[in-house]
């Protein structure tokens, strides 16, 4: 199913004085975020083998990010084995390559969408059911929906595998400004954020919000949706506290991941 990028190594010397004058301690910080989100989502369930892919821009950085490379599976991840690739496809640092539709999904949106310091895309199941029948994914229902209401996007055209920048361009295509989530019919999720915590906080409660919609939907009974009026209220709330309720959620992973499997960090 997953399929290694066609790309050379590549670093050219203004290349090289660009990534080396980021900040270190700020993209080691990055890399351990990020490794942190993958043995988490590991840990619940939310990979697939070897095929789902989280990106993270570098900081200070507009055409640098973090990915994981091809061939690893979500819990094999660690902060020193994330890849640097530039938009172009080029790999900068670490071995290997990236996953071929990890680049072409990913670098697409990060090109369109600046806003989206990081990407996340995962065939977690109870978001993916979602993604499997017609209509509306959320039915506002539950107050975790709340937190996405009025930042769906529904790519209803499952067009195959994307193994080319066309592919990726129509996905990145679907997301509106205000849109962080996009639920690609017969495919899965993607959640975009402006940091890394803020795509891992809404990943982690999508998955949350899908599985007690599910549940919900077996009991045999009306579901009761939220009044409209109220959703928007509710997610407004939602939003004051997001940057914060992230950064404290991320934390909590990392403390509770140095406990039980420090690797991740190295």
Same mark, same amino acid.
């Given at each position: 199913?997953?399929?290694?990028?066609?790309?050379?190594?590549?670093?050219?010397?203004?290349?090289?004085?660009?990534?080396?004058?980021?900040?270190?301690?700020?993209?080691?910080?990055?890399?351990?975020?990020?490794?942190?989100?993958?043995?988490?989502?590991?840990?619940?369930?939310?990979?697939?083998?070897?095929?789902?892919?989280?990106? &993270?821009?570098?900081?200070?950085?507009?055409?640098?990010?973090?990915?994981?490379?091809? #061939? =690893? @599976?979500? +819990? *094999?991840?660690?902060?020193?084995?994330?890849?640097?690739?530039?938009?172009?496809?080029?790999?900068?640092?670490?071995?290997?390559?990236?996953?071929?539709?990890?680049?072409?999904?990913?670098?697409?949106?990060?090109?369109?969408?600046?806003?989206?310091?990081?990407?996340?895309?995962?065939?977690?199941?109870?978001?993916?059911?979602?993604?499997?029948?017609?209509?509306?994914?959320?039915?506002?229902?539950?107050?975790? &929906?709340?937190?996405?209401?009025?930042?769906?996007?529904?790519?209803?055209?499952?067009? #195959? =595998? @994307?193994? +080319? *920048?066309?592919?990726?361009?129509?996905?990145?295509?679907?997301?509106?400004?205000?849109?962080?989530?996009?639920?690609?019919?017969?495919?899965?999720?993607?959640?975009?954020?402006?940091?890394?915590?803020?795509?891992?906080?809404?990943?982690?409660?999508?998955?949350?919000?899908?599985?007690?919609?599910?549940?919900?939907?077996?009991?045999?009974?009306?579901?009761?949706?939220?009044?409209?009026?109220?959703?928007?209220?509710?997610?407004?709330?939602?939003?004051?506290?997001?940057?914060?309720?992230?950064?404290?959620? =991320?934390?909590?992973?990392?403390?509770?991941?140095?406990?039980?499997?420090?690797?991740?960090?190295?």
């Amino acid at each position: 199913m997953a399929h290694t990028m066609n790309t050379e190594p590549g670093l050219n010397d203004l290349a090289a004085d660009r990534l080396a004058a980021l900040d270190a301690h700020a993209v080691r910080e990055a890399r351990i975020d990020l490794a942190a989100c993958f043995r988490m989502a590991a840990r619940l369930g939310m990979g697939e083998g070897i095929c789902n892919h989280f990106s &993270a821009m570098l900081p200070g950085s507009d055409e640098f990010f973090l990915v994981n490379a091809y #061939g =690893l @599976a979500f +819990d *094999e991840i660690t902060a020193g084995n994330l890849l640097v690739c530039d938009l172009h496809g080029h790999v900068l640092q670490g071995a290997g390559k990236p996953e071929a539709t990890a680049f072409y999904i990913h670098a697409r949106v990060h090109r369109r969408h600046p806003r989206a310091r990081a990407v996340f895309h995962t065939h977690m199941p109870n978001a993916t059911a979602l993604c499997l029948i017609e209509g509306a994914p959320l039915l506002w229902a539950g107050q975790t &929906a709340l937190k996405f209401w009025g930042r769906v996007a529904v790519d209803e055209h499952y067009n #195959g =595998l @994307a193994l +080319d *920048e066309s592919e990726g361009d129509r996905i990145a295509a679907t997301l509106g400004d205000q849109d962080d989530v996009v639920f690609m019919k017969n495919h899965g999720v993607m959640v975009l954020g402006a940091s890394i915590e803020r795509a891992w906080d809404d990943l982690y409660y999508l998955e949350r919000a899908a599985h007690v919609q599910r549940l919900a939907a077996s009991m045999d009974r009306k579901i009761k949706p939220i009044a409209p009026d109220i959703a928007a209220r509710t997610a407004a709330q939602m939003t004051a506290e997001d940057p914060a309720s992230a950064r404290a959620h =991320l934390d909590s992973v990392r403390r509770r991941l140095m406990r039980s499997e420090p690797d991740f960090s190295r």
